[in-house]
């Protein structure tokens, strides 16, 4: 038996999300199946560093399962890629150690949200980045960002779905990229509650525009409220980017 | 009764081409079916500078049409954005004289082809950018490129289905951008006939992978036979990019 870590990469737009779910096409259902096919109709499950939702992008989502099969490690990736739909596909494959965990070993993981600013949204990205047109004043949200980076309780920015009974997270940095009517965010910390970065970047782009104070952001924080936040800004701005271990 | 001209864009991916064909999602019948409903059931035909095939986008295409409604000009393009699927967006309208024709009177069209050469696809750009992993000499290709500058008759590089009786065209300009692990062919000519610029395409990688002599080009020409040129590159890497008139 073998354990095999695959960095992954998928288009969101077609998912019910990753998480397999009854008769919903889903990253994982897609994964499974893909697996289930080379292990001859064996039953592989696959563990995912994290769940995203609907329409949310992944460039670097790491997965780990366990194989009898005897592929070298480095034929993974093609051997999956044949079978995957077109939606999802295999960066790299390598054996890991029987305890590694793509969830509980996550030890940092980055987030980043695109935001076209255009006058008019860029149809070949319309599923790729979010079109607000609105002005947004970048150093407002710098100063915003600020308030946000260490460690708190970030139930304020969690979906009330959430069931995490440990809403402490850590933001190690949050850097906010200005390019000619586009803006990203990305988001890196230990890790990242249901939700927390589309309602941090709905709540920033408040912030941006001028709904909101950035000096708010320290008293949102203290008061653990969900319904004091920002909007939950769409997901399929949202990329999972990169899980370190 | 006033002319309008629109300029449109649309991702090509989710279209049977341009052209009207029955039970068929094609552009024009999304752009005839919103025009009747602002024309309150009546139709209303659109004429478009050319089609496109099947899985082409456009950036820039350019069509007319004529209505009794006296809507100002500026209107058009929000009324009908609000109308058309999402893949098709209207980026400017106006008035132009009763006898302006979008397919006769256009002088210069642009066209571009994009190619990604990397090891991988990019899955985010998998319907909008050709996929081709091999090694490229971009000096060759520009050398080919050379001998089709001019005025030619195109037979060789043209569907033989083209029903053009008139195979004489002339390309302005052909550029061949390189970025990394990435290359952008511009056509800018006074027309193009069925598949030609993918013919085109497919016969420069051919010319650019070693294949295929640069200098055979000339006798390719002179052949006028669509046999001797190469395959014809996929559609989803096409743009028409802009008409000029």
Redesign the interface.
């Known amino acids: 038996m073998q354990r095999i870590k695959l960095t992954i990469?998928?288009?969101g737009t077609n998912f019910n999300g990753y998480q397999v779910q009854p008769d919903e096409r889903t990253v994982q259902s897609e994964l499974e199946k893909a697996l289930e096919r080379i292990h001859k109709g064996k039953l592989v499950k696959v563990t995912a560093s994290g769940r995203t939702d609907r329409f949310v992008?992944a460039v670097g989502q790491v997965i780990h399962f366990d194989t009898d099969l005897s592929i070298p490690p480095d034929k993974w990736g093609r051997a999956l890629n044949t079978l995957l739909p077109?939606?999802?596909?295999v960066?790299d494959a390598e054996q890991v150690a029987a305890d590694f965990h793509a969830r509980f070993d996550a030890v940092r993981k980055e987030y980043r949200y695109k935001i076209n600013l255009g006058l008019?949204?860029d149809?070949?990205k319309?599923n790729?980045e979010y079109h607000y047109h609105y002005p947004l004043d970048v150093r407002k949200m710098k100063k915003a960002a600020a308030y946000l980076l260490g460690t708190h309780d970030f139930t304020s920015f969690s979906s009330a779905k959430s069931e995490a009974e440990d809403r402490i997270r850590t933001i190690y940095s949050i850097e906010i990229i200005e390019e000619k009517d586009a803006i990203t965010f990305q988001f890196v910390g230990n890790g990242f509650l249901y939700n927390m970065v589309r309602i941090l970047v709905g709540t920033l782009l408040e912030v941006g525009n001028g709904k909101r104070d950035p000096d708010s952001i320290q008293k949102l924080l203290e008061a653990k409220d969900r319904r004091l936040a920002g909007k939950t800004a769409p997901g399929h701005g949202l990329y999972l980017w990169r899980v370190e271990y």
Chains 1, 2 share one sequence.
């Open positions: 990469s998928y288009d992008h077109e939606d999802i596909l960066l008019l949204p149809l070949f319309r790729f």
